[in-house]
């Protein structure tokens, strides 16, 4: 199998927790949902193509910024007492929101999608983009140090361990660590739940709870449940997936 890797790197950038309102949370990296709406809207996909990420990386800092919010309820008409902004009859709340930055953050992704005569497509996407390409908020532009088209290889370790850049930290799924095909360096045996724990949005299918004459459709999210870690080793003599320059990947 082919994967396309991406190094990139941005200035300040925000991976929204979807829960997160008045103070606009971040992830410390992106969620494999950015992840692929990236893709979809680099390759100006219409349908969803399915894929598996891997993600790692690094930020320097965090710092907060603020932002102009906009609320509005359905149907409440405009009163010039509770509204800055009128919209037809309708009236908008403005306000002001904090959000949450990551600062100078680097990253390392693997995109491997299901149907392999995609690679040529996704990786041209990101060689020579119709336009800026862009991660997390609209605003939150990337730059591409590296796209290279990579073999992804699944190898038993039997030399020297294998181990990520101690800087980065990975996403990396439970099942990873629970089935000990990767180990955290120095972890200690009887602590369970290495790192941090996240539930993170991957795709999603459309769900009516309503019925066929008045449908009421909903997101319904692929959860991918992951250790968010560092300085991580594969184990010897246990199947561990790199790709050919020997970099860990972590597909989900």
Known sequence: MKAIRLKIKQNLVNYKFPTSFQLKETYPLPPYSTIIGMVHNACN?????????????????????????????????????????????????????????????????HIMPENQDLIMEIYNAFK?????????????????????????LKEKIRGENIQTDENYRAYVPVEMITN???FVNGEIEEIQYKGTMYKINKNYELINYGTKKAPKIFRKWNKIKVHYVSNLSASRRKEVTLDEDKYMVFFA
Do not use: C
């Not at 037809?88 to 990551?102: F, K, P, Q, R």
């Not at 983009?129 to 990579?150: A, M, T």
């Open 180 to 182: 000990k095909n990767v």
């Open 45 to 109: 996909y219409l349908e969803y193509k399915p894929m598996m990420v891997s993600i790692q990386g690094k930020y320097h800092s965090k710092v907060n910024d603020l932002a102009t919010r906009y609320e509005f309820k359905s149907g409440m008409n405009f009163d010039a007492t509770r509204h800055q902004i009128k919209v037809g009859e309708y009236g908008v709340s403005m306000g002001i929101s904090t959000v949450e930055l990551l600062s100078d953050v680097e990253l390392v992704i």
């Open 128 to 152: 020579t983009p119709r336009e800026y390409i862009s991660l997390g908020r609209r605003e939150d532009l990337v730059i591409i140090e590296e796209v290279k088209i990579v073999e992804i």
